[in-house]
């Protein structure tokens, strides 16, 4: 009976720390850049956009779809950022699938 309490307590000191870890991941922010850093999007752990910047140099030197291409190539690091945490922090958990 006191083997089974010590691995109860074990396993739930274990659920403890993963869920601080999940915690504290899950309040990172995570950038990501293009156009040589004047372009940065921050997201959530979730891939959320919080904040977007846009040099006033890409703004004025891109066309259109270059810089939309720009605003994507940011945001989509830092959502791979974010799951390159997500992933270091649970090994061997698939990655959700957020995209239709």
Known sequence: MDEAMARLEAL???????????????????????DEGRVVATTDALGTLLDLRIHPLSRSRLDARRLADAIASAITRAEEAAEAARAALMPGLPASDRRP
Request: aromatic share 8%; proline share 0%; glycine share 4%.
């Open 12 to 34: 739930m000191a274990t659920a403890r720390r993963a869920e601080e870890a999940v915690a504290e991941w899950s309040a990172r922010r995570f950038t990501g850049r293009a």
